[in-house]
């Protein structure tokens, strides 16, 4: 760990070149992303359109709702493109302060937390969004045709999505958490009550207010928790295996 105490005003300078350095990389691939804007909304968008069905298509109320809904989406998936640069820059602003035994983890930092977000968007999208759509589209009846707008269609999808792929990064979190030895594996499984209710939480926090997106977000995170608390639990005991053993007095 650097001794070196750096004032206030430096901690600030170097937490602003971080944010630049991911708003650079942001706009830069949301630019990229623009032009292929309507793939990557239909893409975003099938399983509501697949619950909607062929002969319903989502509706535009508003003269300005295409293009700003077309811009949101170039802006998510260039969030998504740059995620990388992201975690590498949060790291990048932590690691002063990491002992040099913990600054070796930047790599795996960097592609864990990468692979989890996409992998928790990825989940939501294949298992989960299909589900919470055909439920909401389950209320149309005779008296009630669906006219879904493009711009709650993808608010809610973006939502979600962006609820799957932070939620994921729950192991991330307990593993430090194990691994610095603030707490023990066998206190965090203990606590997994507490794991649990966290896990709801954000399963409310993050997903709309119904209860079917929120167990189905919470069911997993629970799961990756006591993951990330044994991993976590497993690295902090290799580590004390490989320390030299202390001489006596």
Not at 34 to 40: D, L, T
Request: with cysteine; glycine share 8%; net charge negative.
């Amino acid at each position: 760990m650097d001794e070196t105490e750096l004032p206030l005003t430096e901690h600030l300078a170097e937490l602003r070149r971080r944010i630049v350095w991911i708003l650079l990389a942001w706009a830069t691939a949301a630019i990229l992303c623009w032009q292929y804007r309507e793939a990557i909304f239909g893409a975003l968008l099938a399983p509501a359109l697949d619950a909607l069905g062929p002969d319903t298509p989502l509706q535009a109320i508003a003269p300005t709702e295409i293009f700003f809904t077309y811009l949101k989406c170039a802006l998510l998936a260039g969030f998504v493109l740059s995620t990388p640069v992201f975690f590498w820059n949060v790291w990048a602003f932590v690691a002063p302060g990491l002992y040099a035994s913990e600054k070796r983890f930047a790599v795996p930092f960097v592609v864990f937390s990468t692979l989890l977000f996409a992998g928790g968007a990825t989940f939501g999208y294949g298992l989960v969004f299909p589900l919470i759509f055909d439920f909401f589209s389950g209320f149309a009846s005779e008296f009630v045709s669906s006219a879904w707008t493009m711009r709650e269609v993808f608010g809610l999808t973006t939502r979600l999505f962006i609820a799957f792929g932070v939620g994921f990064e729950l192991p991330v979190v307990v593993f430090f958490v194990a691994a610095s030895g603030l707490l023990s594996t066998g206190q965090l499984l203990a606590g997994s009550k507490y794991g649990l209710l966290v896990a709801f939480v954000l399963g409310a926090v993050l997903t709309p207010p119904d209860v079917v997106s929120q167990i189905l977000l919470a069911a997993p995170l629970f799961v990756l928790y006591l993951i990330g608390a044994v991993a976590g639990g497993f690295f902090a005991k290799t580590e004390e295996a490989r320390q030299p053993p202390r001489a006596l007095p």
